[in-house]
């Protein structure tokens, strides 16, 4: 089955600067990489996805970008702000089925 | 995006008992998905719950643990049986979009905490 592997399991970040998380996955057959922030004692909010059919996709502040010949996948966070200290997941699926989410990163934010 | 709510927000239990937790979905969804978060840990798959049909448990979750019911488009429910401390986690239901990526959205959780 598929298999999630999510590095580094923590991030600490100058505010402003940018912060990268990256994620390998083992299924060549998976075609949607979504990610999740997660606050303390709230549950996984969506933040961005992928198809398999796309290499990159932005949304102000923040992009993921694909590689499907290596099997990664990478969160970019730009001009970090505070409010983006939490615990950030990455997942894999195939056909819109049963997640497979990596280990987590807790970034932290420095002001 | 989906609307998903949750109850109980959290509990504090006793060895040996149950607890049932609920999932309620702002829409109509062909399957919801029930996860375990343990503490400080990434989040596991218990089952697929599917209307109409018995849930699909992932390896090491047996529905004697963890019966689930899907009465509705709308509903389901989890219940942990004959709990111990190691139950202690946070419960997550979740259910697609119904877009054409079924885009998954998730619940507030449940914090359960077996004494």
């Known amino acids: 089955g598929e298999n999630v592997e999510q590095h580094p399991s923590t991030l600490s970040v100058q505010e402003g600067d940018s912060a990268v998380i990256k994620c390998t996955y083992s299924d060549s057959a998976s075609n949607y990489f979504p990610w999740y922030k997660q606050e303390l004692g709230k549950g996984p909010q969506l933040i961005i996805d992928i198809r398999s059919n796309v290499g990159e996709k932005k949304d102000q502040r923040i992009a993921v970008t694909l590689n499907k010949t290596a099997k990664h996948f990478s969160l970019h966070i730009t001009e970090t702000q505070p409010e983006d200290s939490a615990v950030y997941f990455c997942?894999?699926?195939?056909?819109?089925?049963?997640?497979?989410f990596g280990q987590g990163t807790r970034l932290t934010i420095n002001p | 995006s989906a609307v998903i709510s949750q109850k109980p927000s959290r509990d504090i239990c006793q060895r040996g008992t149950s607890l049932t937790i609920q999932c309620q979905v702002d829409s109509q969804v062909t399957m919801m998905f029930w996860y375990r978060q343990q503490p400080g840990q990434s989040l596991t798959l218990i089952a697929t719950?599917?209307?109409?049909?018995?849930?699909?448990?992932e390896s090491g979750f047996v529905i004697d643990k963890f019966p689930i019911s899907r009465p509705n488009l709308t509903f389901s429910t989890l219940t942990v049986s004959n709990m111990s401390p190691e139950d202690s986690s946070i419960y997550l239901c979740s259910a697609p979009s119904g877009g054409s990526y079924n885009e998954q959205f998730f619940g507030p959780g449940t914090r359960l905490t077996v004494l």
């Open positions: 719950a599917n209307q109409g049909s018995e849930a699909t448990y």
């Open positions: 997942a894999a699926t195939k056909g819109a089925q049963k997640l497979v």
